[in-house]
């Protein structure tokens, strides 16, 4: 940096005048000088010619004339021009800037030629500005800034600033440029706005830790602040320059006997008060205090008990009967509580640490008649004696047994009067007693309330609503149309056969109601039991209408189907009607659709290694609704049982009149045939038998199939 020489800026020089003086300087006063140390840490010249004294303690004692030309080349790459044509003191001119040039040279600012600082005893670096070497030293005290007492004009300030400087430094006050010699300017820095003799530039960053600095462990008072306040520490000059600040952090005072905010306090603002608590019941007493950051054993922060000799008393305990103030509100005992002596609460009283004249209900002294012993009671009053009855039993528990009965004659009779007053047994719901028998007054009737008692019967299954007592199957509305009827090859591939085909148009030229379920037992059991109907043929053994009522009837012949739907004012469908009503106008492949399905859609054989969808046997009606249902919300058009319809068989019937490419209209089916059509398939059938366009036929007796085949019914709309 311009203007400052430092220890190892000058041995340096004195290296490059050594080896001038040994190249080229022959006479007396051109050898290197050794003088002695007179303990200011420069050395006296032995030589009396000598131009100047340079020497150092730390190492070694030097003194030398010096006779070399030194200065600055700018045109070599090395930076020093040692020049030995010449010795140190043949050349010595001084022009008062405190640096010298070679004789014959020029010293001119900016020229070729290195100004040597003209050498003087104070300390590492020699200076002819009239501002002490030690100028930006770091300091602690004023003796930083004169360490021999002579007045140097320096003073130990504290500096802080934006630029770099920050803590105490030798310093020279000035006001103008003109009061600092070159090189140092008067420059203001900090925040006070003073200005100091400095560097030129003032960034402070060569002048905070010299040589000397470094060596004598120079050090300056610096501050760490922040919100919590302002902690002071110092910085040390070492081979890096200035230390950081080894000032504490401030923080928030804790309880740690420490100065945590650095203002002169040790745990300010977190002591408190605590008072001997003696019975250690967490109030202390007011009278015996401490002062401490956190509660001693024994103490506690609460000082309002009034008694610390005994624990029950304090103001968080409760008032107790003992002659005590245990609350600690000023009164003893003198209150009431709550007491119960078997019968509810009441109140009684504390007089002289007693509780007495407790108002509760007291039990009465009553007679329990199954043991005839006294029993306490909370009753209003004992129960009454009961009569005596003839049973060997002293009942009123009055000593005597069986005083005053006659004999129960119930005979058979499982309800009524026993003829004693007493009782022969009662009915369950549902029943009535009728000379002394239980009458099922239900019996006979499905759903609805029972004649007698109006007991709900019962409800009635999906499909079918309650009438009179019975499940009375629920009817679906198909219109009159146009649909497609037979197999659809480009659907059902593969699985079309010969007597579905082929597709073709029907028009039905009116609307009609078909069954929503198929016929159940229960429904044809009153067919059976009117007289009209005839039980059902082989249904492998599963008609039991009393315990299978929503389960279709089978075992059918197409006479028995025929009967039971004229019976209940009603016909079996046409194939046309029934294909229309399974299917709808879309030409799907079954009820719901046109994928295969599983057992969510139809009661029909599924094959999983051991079963079917049925279990072996048909399900109730509606148990797969609404996922199977058609188009026109009928149940099981697809498996559970076969359903007969009223047309004969024709294997070829669909192609009468197919070829006219009119429509067919209310087709009947072939006017001659034995056969008769069912619909539908059944449980024992896979998915591709219960199609909605898959035909059966049987003679109408039904020898193969009738043990399959149930009823559906169909309507004309009025």
Known sequence: MKGHFNIPFVSAVLCACFVGLTSGCGATDSTLDVGTDAGDGLVTDAHPDAVADIGTNRDADVGADLDADIGTDRDADTGIDVDTDACLDDAMVEDGDGFAVDSGRTDV?????????????????????????????PCSVARDCDPDETPSGLECLAIRGDSGLDGSFCLQRCSEPGDCPEPYSCLAYGDSGDSYCMWNGGDGADCECGSAAVDSGARTVCTISNGFGECTGSRYCDADGLSACDAAIPGIETCNGIDDDCNGLTDEGVQSNYYLDSDADG?????????????????????????????????????????????????????????DIGCGLGFEFCQAGVWVDCNAPAPLDCVDYETCLPVPSCAIECPSAPSETLNGLDDDCDGETD??????????????????????????????CELGQCIDDCAGILCGPSPTLGFDCGSCWTGSACNEGHCQVEMMAVPAGVFQMGCDREIDINECMPHESPLHQVMLTKAYFVDRTEVTQSEY?????????????????LWSPETRPAFPVHGISWPQADVYCLWVGKRLPTEAEWEKAARGTDGRKYPWGN?????????????????????????????????????????????????????????????????????????????????????????????????????GHDDPEGSNWASYTGIRCAMDVE
């Not at 600012?109 to 590492?124: C, E, F, N």
């Not at 005053?404 to 009535?432: A, K």
């Open 403 to 432: 005083e005053g009965t006659c004999v129960p004659d119930c005979g058979g009779s499982v309800c009524g009067d026993d003829g004693c007053g007493g009782s022969c047994g009662s009915c369950d719901g549902g029943h009535f």
């Open 525 to 541: 059991k009153r067919c059976v039991d009117a007289g009209v109907c005839t039980a059902p043929g082989d249904s492998y053994g």
């Open 109 to 137: 600012s900016g020229g070729d030629v290195l100004d040597i600082p003209d050498i003087r005893d104070a300390g590492d670096v020699a200076d002819t500005t009239g501002l002490s070497p030690l100028s930006c030293h």
């Open 283 to 339: 109030f202390g007493n007011a009278a015996i205090q401490v002062v401490a950051c956190q509660v001693p054993d024994g103490y506690s922060a609460d000082d309002t008990d009034c008694d610390d000799t005994r624990k029950v008393v304090c103001p968080s305990c409760a008032e107790v009967c003992d002659t005590l103030d245990n609350d600690c509100d000023g009164i003893v005992d003198g209150g009431v509580r709550s007491c």
């Open 595 to 695: 994928d295969d399905g599983t057992c969510a859609e139809a009661v029909r054989y599924y094959y999983d290694g051991y079963s079917t969808c049925g279990g072996g046997g048909p399900l109730p009606v509606c148990s797969k609704s609404p996922a199977g249902d058609s188009p026109y919300g009928l149940c099981d058009m697809a498996g559970n049982v076969a359903e007969w319809v009223a047309d004969r068989y024709g294997e070829n019937y669909y192609w009468e009149n197919y070829f006219s490419g009119e429509p067919v209209i209310d087709p009947t089916g072939p006017s001659t045939g034995d056969g008769k059509v069912w619909r539908s398939g059944s449980w024992t059938r896979s998915y591709y038998d219960v199609r909605t366009t898959t035909r």
